[in-house]
Each structure stands twice: as structure tokens, then as C-alpha cells.
């Protein structure tokens, strides 16, 4: 089963009105993050945004906010008055702790994304 | 600064042949990671490291092998290509704080063709 669903592929909006990319999440890890990363057509991965899941508020970063509904298992990001410069491909990723000899880490596995394009 | 360098940033290899991908980081980071990403399929892990000595499979592990040479590098190698393993390749690194993001090299395109 898909740990990270996101089940927009696509999504469009128009310049300066915000957007809502969603992201949903399965885990039994009581101690999660869940982080949004974006990737512009040159390639690179951006982080935006981080939300762990005892944090009792909304994470929010500039323009980018993070609507969290820990009961439901979402952990939509928002962007408002969107930009041309925010046209990419958005990724959400969950972060689980997993356990070695030596300790415990911590490891990201990442959704299939949803391409945002921006209209001037 | 540098973070995460990936080299080479662009590799065509025939069938058959052996390549070793390779990262540097210099953020004094204890734990490293290597994602495919092909269309579609978001990012997949391939290996994954906590610390110098030690590695862990991923996702994807098959056809693929890692050498965490000490606490800056991480290399990658494909033993024996093969055309699924056509992808863009990218390293990472991170601290090993619950909310620390992941620090993403450039990527590396491979081509087998």
C-alpha cells in the first residue's frame, strides 16, 4: 500500500490566487514529519516546508502554509497568490524513523507529485 | 557552499556496462541517501546510510550497490546496467534531527541504452 498518495497529477491555476495541493499519509509511526519539497523544470529539490506530528499548529513559510488533519491523515500544502515562479512539480514525503544496530534514523519516501502550471 | 555534489551530472552507458555514481557532502551530515526518480513514480530510495559503515536497502535496492566510504561520501555503483535503470539518479544528505529536511545534490541522468 502507497505510504504517500497524491492524487493530483495535475493541477492548474490562475496567477495571484492560491492553490491547494493535497497529500494524504498512512503510518504507524507515532512520531512522523511530513515535508514538501518543490521542483522546478531545472531539476532541483527545493524543501518548503516541514510539519511534525506533534506540532500542535499549522506550519506556514512565507507564501506556503500547511493545512494538517492528523485524524484524517492529510497534510495539504497551500500556496497563496501564486506566482509564475511557482509553476513545478510539488512533492510531498513522509519521514519514519527505522532501526539499526548502531541506533535509530530516519528515512523520507516521497509521493508521486503533482504538477502545478501557473496562467499569467 | 558546496552541500551535496553528484558526479558526473550527465552518463550514457551501453548494456552491460559498470558505472559508479558518485556524492560528496560537506555539511558534516551522519546520514545519506540515494533516490531514483523516473515519470510518474516520484522518488524512490535505492539505499540508505545513517552513518559512515553502515547501509540499509530501500525501496528499489535491486541492481544497485553503495559504499559509504566515510562521512562525506557516498558512492552508488551499477555493477552490470541494464535499461531500467534508465532514471535520474539523486543523492542526499541530512542530520539526524526528526526535523531535519533532506539536502539534495543536483541529480546525475543515466542513460543505458
Known amino acids: ?120 | 557552499n558546496a552541500g551535496v555534489t553528484q558526479t558526473p551530472k550527465f552518463q550514457v552507458l551501453k548494456t552491460g556496462q559498470s558505472m559508479t555514481l558518485q556524492c560528496a557532502q560537506d555539511m558534516n551530515h551522519n546520514s545519506m541517501y540515494w533516490y531514483r526518480q523516473d515519470p510518474g513514480m516520484g522518488l524512490r530510495l535505492i539505499y540508505y546510510s545513517a552513518s559512515e559503515g553502515t547501509t540499509d536497502k530501500g525501496e528499489v535496492p535491486n541492481g544497485y550497490n553503495v559504499s559509504r566510504l566515510n562521512k562525506r561520501e557516498f558512492s552508488l555503483r551499477l555493477e552490470s546496467a541494464a535499461p531500467s535503470q534508465t532514471s535520474v539518479y539523486f543523492c542526499a544528505s541530512s542530520e539526524s534531527r526528526h526535523a531535519s529536511p533532506l539536502h539534495f545534490g543536483n541529480g546525475t541522468r543515466l542513460t543505458v541504452t
Not at chain 1, 27 to 48: C, N, V
Not at chain 1, 49 to 55: F, H, M, V
Not at chain 1, 72 to 97: H, P, T, W
Open chain 1, 1 to 120: 500500500a502507497q505510504k504517500i498518495t497524491q492524487t493530483q497529477p495535475g493541477m492548474f491555476v490562475q496567477e495571484k490566487e492560491a492553490v491547494t495541493l493535497d497529500c494524504t499519509y498512512d503510518t504507524s509511526d507515532p512520531s512522523y514529519g511530513l515535508f514538501w519539497y518543490k521542483q522546478p523544470s531545472s531539476g532541483e529539490m527545493i524543501f518548503l516546508i516541514y510539519q511534525g506530528s506533534y506540532d500542535q499548529q499549522n506550519a506556514t513559510e512565507g507564501r506556503y502554509s500547511l493545512n494538517f488533519q492528523k485524524a484524517r491523515k492529510s497534510a495539504n500544502l497551500v500556496i497563496s497568490a501564486s506566482q509564475l515562479g511557482d509553476s513545478a512539480m510539488y512533492f510531498c514525503a513522509m519521514r519514519e524513523a527505522y532501526f539499526f544496530s548502531g541506533g535509530s534514523n530516519y528515512k523520507l519516501t516521497f509521493g508521486k507529485g503533482t504538477l502545478l502550471t501557473v496562467n499569467p
